[in-house]
């Protein structure tokens, strides 16, 4: 049987796909954002807050705080809209830092059973019993993670096999040609934004719930360098690439006790090395296309 | 069809091109040439929406398009090649030209079905059609990136032409090409590009601006200096001066 260490493991694993998901689908339209973990920091306080404070129901909760950082998301977007490359990632940087700084200033509590409950600045945010108060499982509660996993896996794989999938990749492969095919830039990069934004904070409400506790500093600037790494080691070619990478960095390097205290090291030689031998990552889009033609062939025969 | 009035650019110090009058007649093959920074290229990225103009009017079937993006000129009917090949790379043939069709859909919800997955598709059939007219049918499904050049511009050209633009722009489809291959690509443009179609050539080579241009028209230092038949404007002393100097 699963013990709660190993539960927690692939809870961790499903949470932060969802980041990595959302720095892939921006990586895939070209865009390099240091930013994500703003989506999800916000989603995460703004889902919490809306169980513990307002005694929403969860799935209202999850909806409210993935809507309002896919909203934040495509404000930034716009903002960010005529910068791109290395400026355009400074930029989701500044603005990520800027969100998570504004969160050491967040201070709302509501008095619940003579508790001051509520985001209270660097003290973070406490008392989210949604798990607790509804008498939920580890093992129920990682099943609703992958279950939210498994939406937005099936979703991004319709995305990819759509016209507006292609457009994201026609976007991230030449920008300038996109435009020449009669498609204006601006409209698709606000909507992969958006989008990003949006599944990312799916991952942030899910978070704050299964740790019950949040603060700032949790969405520092390492969880955005993480969820760009997690795609560009497994891969840009299909929407499994991230999760590879997660799980390569959580599942391995996290869980297996000899890299203790050494994986950021392993994990940053990985990067750099993946950078220079595969710069697109294990499951590019030629090894895509070639596992696809294999595939066929055997079909066929 | 397409027309330029007194078309001016500046960049910085430099004037790329000075009162450019330019008549682009409909149906035939217009070839523009002139030596390197004469401004051909500026040109083109203004008539395609690249670069605004500083000064003058573009005129297209009689609508003033000055100042429109690129992606708006694509959708007024002008569809493009470019100098330096560029190509959706890591996208298979078949793909790259589907591509230029995805704009079609785009203003509604179909943008979020499928693309060209089942054989009756109308776009799909465009496509291939489009791949088998410039011969690159039996390569729909390699990746783009790993085409040798004289199949990357024929690839550009399919992209460009399956939307059935009213005005379709070539620049330098011969670009980097031995003359073998030149020759090749210039029966390619004549015999099933050019014939019922509107278009434009951007060319150095004379060989292959001979073979499928019945007007052209000469650019030097961002001027125009001459205009009519090919066989008239080669042999005028300005654009003789041009290309070979002066004694």
Known sequence: ?301 | MLELRSVSKVFGELSALHQVDLSIPPGRVSGLIGPNGSGKTTLVNIITGIYAPDTGKILFNGVDITGSTADQTTRFGIARTFQNIRIFSRMTVLENVLAALISLNDQSWRILRGYAKSADDPQLKIALKALETVELLNEAGVVAAELPLPLRRRLEIARAFVRDPELLVLDEPAGGMTPTETSTIASLIRERIAPGRTCLVIEHKMDLISDVCQHLCVLNHGEKIAEGSPGNVLEQPQVIEAYLGRD
């Open chain 1, 1 to 301: 049987m699963l013990n709660d260490y190993v539960l927690t493991i692939i809870s961790n694993i499903g949470m932060i796909s969802l980041i990595a998901l959302s720095a892939y689908l921006l990586l895939v339209t070209g865009q390099i954002s240091f930013g994500q973990q703003a989506f999800f920091g916000i989603s995460a306080y703004a889902g919490a807050i809306a169980t513990t404070l307002w005694g929403w129901p969860f799935w209202l909760a999850l909806i409210f705080g993935s809507g309002l950082a896919g909203l934040a998301a495509g404000l930034i977007g716009l903002l960010t809209l005529r910068i791109s490359g290395m400026y355009f990632s400074i930029a989701t940087l500044a603005f990520a830092e800027m969100i998570r700084l504004s969160l050491f200033k967040l201070t709302y509590q509501i008095e619940i059973d003579g508790e001051l409950v509520g985001p209270n600045g660097a003290e973070g945010f406490g008392e989210i019993r949604w798990i607790f108060d509804h008498d939920i499982s580890v093992m129920e509660y990682t099943l609703l993670i992958y279950g939210v996993l498994m939406l937005v896996l099936v979703g991004m794989v319709l995305l990819e096999r759509s016209r507006l999938g292609m457009i994201f990749r026609m976007l991230g492969s030449d920008a300038l040609l996109t435009r020449a095919q009669g498609l204006n830039p601006v409209r698709y990069k606000i909507t992969a934004a958006v989008i990003a934004g949006f599944i990312a904070g799916l991952g942030g409400t899910l978070y704050a719930h299964s740790f019950t506790y949040i603060e700032p500093q949790i969405f520092n600037v390492m969880l955005g360098v993480h969820s760009l790494a997690y795609g560009l080691i497994g891969g840009l070619g299909t929407v499994l690439g991230p999760l590879i990478g997660v799980a390569i960095d959580i599942g391995f390097l996290e869980s297996i006790r000899i890299f203790q205290g050494y994986r950021m090291i392993v994990f940053g030689g990985l990067v750099a090395v993946m950078l220079i031998f595969m710069p697109r990552g294990i499951l590019d889009e030629a090894r895509v296309y070639w596992i696809k033609a294999v595939a066929r062939r055997w079909f066929n025969a």
